[in-house]
């Protein structure tokens, strides 16, 4: 996982990362309390509901099959279901999960695709950049 990549990403939407650095630098990457900076910057991102749930999904295996596995999902609201962002590439429209194999993962992509903020912090609405949810996981 690469910090300050991620810290980098987080300020361009407004976001204060100076925890997130000083966590990783003190305690390493993947440590717990990196991924409770990671969803705190989450929390400022989406809102103080922000959580991730476990997602029951299929991944396509490289000899093609598909197999279940349970992947971490963001998730917004007093509901633990997890939130399907519309996104569109050169290909169409479709609806995405914000998901990853990994807690931090999962973390990393909701900010990836968290709306960008106004420099007013005023409001949360925007478009999402999307780009996460890995394989399997157009809905």
Not at 25 to 52: I, K, N, Y
Not at 58 to 66: A, E, F, M, Q
Not at 124 to 139: D, T
Request: net charge neutral; with cysteine.
């Amino acid at each position: 996982m690469d910090i300050a990549a991620i810290s980098r990403s987080a300020a361009e939407r407004g976001l204060d990362t100076r925890t997130l650095l000083d966590c990783a630098a003190q305690f390493g990457s993947d440590s717990p309390p990196v991924l409770g900076c990671l969803m705190a910057l989450v929390r400022e991102a989406w809102g103080s509901t922000a959580h991730l749930v476990r997602l029951q999904t299929n991944v396509s295996t490289s000899d093609g099959r598909d197999t279940e596995r349970c992947w971490w999902a963001l998730a917004t609201g007093l509901t633990s279901e997890p939130l399907l962002l519309r996104m569109e590439d050169g290909y169409g429209v479709y609806n995405r999960y914000i998901s990853g194999p990994t807690e931090a993962e999962a973390l990393v992509c909701a900010l990836e695709a968290a709306p960008r903020r106004r420099r007013d912090h005023a409001s949360r609405r925007g478009q999402s950049r999307g780009g996460c949810g890995g394989p399997g996981h157009a809905v």
